[in-house]
């Protein structure tokens, strides 16, 4: 049963951006399939963003609540934010990192780059490990309305459990955190 | 620093459907945030997806190879697909894990519901272990082109060190099932 396909490749034919907004652009693009049958594919294109995983002296974590319109719910989140155009995705994360929670960190270690919507984003995530941490003042950008507050990594993981965190970006990042703890990683 | 909001909420004030496709709509809505500005919220609607573990007797997991068009690029992900129009969740996973890989489970157990990409869209994923499982034949909707592999999940874990497998409902996954074969979950 498990088909050896070499080549799994979709060619592009045709693109087409039928919206343009301040975040997304959206493709229709046509494509030729590798049994060489024609079909399309919509998407969205992204710039990317960073997540932080900032773990304090203590071993708890600084998590965000923020509401998310798409659901109409609040989340409790790790911090991240959109990569700006030709912005370092390190410098990003230091950015993004103050200006939410006001915390500024010592030490960065980079921990991988996930995607999180592959069927129809290009978004990529980069992950980042920020220690020895020392709080600042927060600068939330206009417009950014968020709560912050710490969580031990074992309460994050039953919230996970209870289904109280439910944002796949942080859920994979408190499992890691976790393996990163018990020096699995 | 610690800033305690009570209400996070956004509200709605209008809504433009700009997009209509066979798999997405785009929205583009202006909203009321809490401190009373407007903003405006660009985002995706999708009929939401599951996600199977499919865990067999030897303790491997079944595993896709697929070309996901918006990256340009093959991944290494866990089987997933669509939730048709009113179709359970349940009935959905059974039916896509028979058609991508030709397994049949005797045995599933929901894990739980997470949300991959929360800043726009509404997409939600419904994750179940998928075990007892027995080959069938496969049958891929025409169209579906994919190659079926078994992978250890302490392979998984590696591939994820390495960055061979960045899919992020799938790193999240085989965290926990690492966590479900310890016992831990």
Redesign the interface.
């Known amino acids: ?5 070499q080549n ?3 060619e592009q034919i045709s693109n087409q951006c ?2 343009s ?4 652009q ?1 493709h ?2 046509n ?1 030729v ?3 060489g ?1 024609l ?8 710039p990317g ?1 960073v997540v932080i995983i900032p773990l304090l002296d203590n071993g708890n974590l600084v998590f965000e ?8 719910q ?2 409790y ?1 790790l911090p991240a934010g959109k990569i700006g155009l030709d912005e370092e995705p390190l410098l990003c994360a230091q950015r993004e990192l103050l200006e939410e ?2 915390y500024i960190a010592s030490n960065w270690r980079y921990l ?12 990529k ?1 980069v992950y980042y490990l920020a220690t020895e941490l020392n ?1 600042q ?2 600068c939330p950008d ?2 950014e ?5 710490t969580l031990a990594v074992t309460e994050a993981i039953e919230w ?2 209870v ?1 109280k965190i ?4 942080t ?2 990042a408190v ?2 955190v976790e ?1 990163l703890i018990r020096g699995e ?1």
């Not at 079909?39 to 992204?46: A, G, K, W």
């Not at 609540?65 to 109409?72: I, M, S, T, V």
């Not at 991988?112 to 978004?123: F, Q």
């Not at 439910?166 to 970006?169: E, G, H, V």
Request: glycine residues 6%; hydrophobic residues 40%.
């Open positions: 049963m498990t088909k050896i396909i799994l490749t979709e039928v919206f907004g301040d975040l997304l959206v229709v693009d494509v399939m590798p049994d049958k079909s399309v594919r919509e998407y969205v294109t992204h963003a609540r923020q509401h998310r319109y798409p659901l109409h609040d989340f989140e929670t006001g991988a780059t996930l995607h999180p919507c592959i069927g129809y984003s290009n978004e995530l709080l003042d927060a206009d417009g309305h968020l709560e912050v507050f996970i459990r289904g439910t944002d796949n970006k859920v994979s499992f890691w393996k990683w």
